[in-house]
Structures are given as structure tokens and as C-alpha cells.
């Protein structure tokens, strides 16, 4: 059997590019040699580089999707997007592979967009009975209007970029006059802010696929952090958060949190496996935060522990991902 030869892109150019290599890295290792050849391909900018064992570095040819190491070369049949943040989890590279005419494993361009951008996330689902936060939007020049935040929120809120993950420029503001340099922090890693108001409860993180037709809905997890919320060393520092699968909820709330996820995931048209992330309130409601169409995939990441809770193997939940992708291409 011929082996599927796939480009695994790794890092990308946002304060989260180190996670992303992680990810990378322990998704190469576990998928079926017998199956796929697979070579890392490290973005950062411009450069699009595979570093062969030996140490030498070797750049992608982006006009025709191609790499060539020693006189031999490699047209890749299939990209395989492990980016975290810009340009693999916002839509840029998505664009680039369709005009290449490469299958890939994750959301398709306008989905990318969409989920990366959190207020249009909201916009997306706002119709799917799926409960939000209440939210101001800031752009960047615009005047902060701090009282004017608190009289329509209330406090404390959170204060984020409206384009970025991990949690990179998050503030938790409990008094009016952080509010401003909360705000500041935040347009270092967007062009817009999202304030929002404070919904009380514990986070859950909910995995889910639809693949072939079929519903993946995995175990949830419960999300507790030893910091005020799940900001970044909560989420890749050991021992910073307690993550416990499957969470400790009932039969009601763990409905709600399925159904919700799967609403969001058709309304936003996503694609391959993506964690949608809530809020429980003490009465069992959900509050969606975000989704992340590229979720963390090392080995301390939500998502893995949740497959493995079903007793499925990343290489197995990739076979899965990529047959489907793959023929998803080949049927257009």
C-alpha cells in the first residue's frame, strides 16, 4: 500500500508557537508509519522549514507544496495543521492549501475565521440556544469608556483580545480603573477587544467530531486552575490546574454541554476535532467561551486525555480525520 505523504505544520508565527511544536511532536509520533510519511514542516513567516535528523534544515517550495532533500523530492498529498493562533487556526494557511488543491484536517477557511474571532463565534451561534456572555467590543483607536463598561457589565469582567488563544493578554478586572490597562495589554496580541462580564461557575472543556456522518462527542473536562481562571500557566504548567475526565457534573448538565457543543460546531461549519469551552453555573447552565478549531494536542492537553478516556488512540482519532478530510476533497 502506498503511503499518504503529509506535511505536518507546525508552529506559526503567535505567542503560541512553542505549544503548537509540542503538539506537533507528539502527533508525529503517534501516527501509523505503515500508513503515512510524515515530515515536520516549521512555519515562522516566511520561512516553511524541515529539519531532517542530522540537523540540516531544508525549506518547503510553497509553489507547488513540495520539498526536496538530497536530489529527492517529496510532493506532500495532505497537510496536517497543528498551529496554534496565526496563520493556521485563523484561516490564512486554510486559504493557501485550497488554492493548492491540498486536503488538510482542519476547519476550512471561513470556519477558521470565524472561530478565531471571538465575536463572531458569538454572532455564529447566537441563534443555536446556546447561552453567551454579555459583551463591548473595542477597536483599536477607539476611546475606552470605562464606566460606561461597568454601568453595562458590571464587575469584576473579563478583558481579551478578540483574536488569540491561550489565554495570552487575558485580564481578570475586579475595579474600574484596571480596566484601561487591561485593555492596552490586550491590543498587543489583537486589533480588537472584547470585554465581558464575569459569568461565575466552573470550566468545562467539551471535545467533539463529526466525521463521516458521524457524531464524536467525547468525554468532558472538568477545568480547575490554581490561578483566579484557566490564564496560560494554568493551562501548560504542571501542577497549575487539576483536570478531571470525565467531569464531575450530571446526566442534565452533561446533555447540555453536548448538545451546545454539537450546535456551535454545525453552526460555525467546523471541521475535524475542535474543544468547546464553557462556563457551569451553580444552577447548571452553560455559557459558551470560545472554540478552538486547533486545539492543544501535547501531551498535557485537554483534548488527548478526553480520547484516550474513550479508549482511542490519537493515531486512531487522526486515521478517522484524515480519511474524512481526504475524501471530503476528493468528493468536491
Known amino acids: 500500500m502506498k503511503k499518504l505523504e503529509i506535511a505536518l505544520l507546525a508552529g506559526g508565527n503567535s505567542s503560541e508557537r512553542g505549544i503548537a511544536l509540542q503538539s506537533a511532536a507528539q502527533i508525529a509520533s503517534a501516527l501509523d508509519t505503515a500508513k503515512y510519511n510524515v515530515k515536520i514542516i516549521d512555519l515562522h513567516h516566511r520561512d516553511w522549514i524541515y529539519t531532517a535528523p542530522d540537523g540540516r534544515r531544508f525549506p518547503l517550495d510553497k509553489n507547488d507544496f513540495s520539498l526536496t532533500v538530497d536530489g529527492e523530492r517529496t510532493e506532500f498529498e495532505y497537510a496536517l495543521i497543528i498551529i496554534h493562533g496565526t496563520p493556521g487556526e485563523d484561516g490564512k494557511l486554510q486559504g493557501y492549501l485550497d488554492m493548492m488543491g491540498i486536503p488538510y484536517s482542519s476547519c476550512s477557511q471561513v470556519s477558521s475565521t470565524i472561530t478565531f474571532d471571538k465575536i463572531s463565534t458569538k454572532r455564529a451561534v447566537a441563534d443555536c440556544g446556546i447561552n453567551l456572555a454579555r459583551e463591548v467590543l473595542i477597536g483599536r483607536g477607539d476611546k475606552v469608556d470605562a464606566a460606561s463598561v461597568v454601568a453595562q ?76 481562571f484557566f490564564d496560560y500557566e494554568s493551562k501548560y504548567e504542571q501542577g497549575m490546574s487539576e483536570e478531571i475526565t470525565p467531569a464531575r457534573i450530571s446526566d442534565d448538565v452533561r446533555q447540555k454541554l453536548n448538545r451546545m457543543s454539537l450546535a456551535a460546531y454545525r453552526a460555525c461549519r467546523c471541521r475535524g476535532i475542535v474543544r468547546v469551552d464553557f462556563i457551569v453555573t451553580e444552577a447548571g447552565e452553560p455559557y459558551m467561551i470560545e472554540i478552538n478549531s486547533i486545539p492543544g494536542m501535547s501531551s498535557g492537553s485537554i483534548v488527548p486525555k478526553q480520547v484516550r478516556a474513550i479508549g482511542m488512540t490519537l493515531g486512531e482519532l487522526y486515521d478517522i480525520i484524515i480519511a474524512d478530510t481526504c475524501k471530503s476533497r476528493a468528493s468536491r
Open 153 to 228: 457589565l458590571g464587575l469584576p469582567v473579563f478583558v481579551k483580545p478578540n483574536a488569540s488563544g491561550s489565554s495570552f493578554g487575558v485580564t481578570k478586572v475586579a475595579v474600574e480603573a484596571d480596566i484601561e490597562p487591561a485593555v492596552r495589554k490586550a491590543f498587543t496580541e489583537s486589533d480588537e477587544v472584547l470585554i465581558e462580564e464575569c459569568i461565575v461557575g466552573r470550566e468545562m472543556g467539551c471535545g467533539v467530531m463529526i466525521a463521516d456522518g458521524k457524531e464524536y462527542v467525547f468525554p468532558v473536562t472538568e477545568i480547575v486552575p490554581k490561578h483566579d
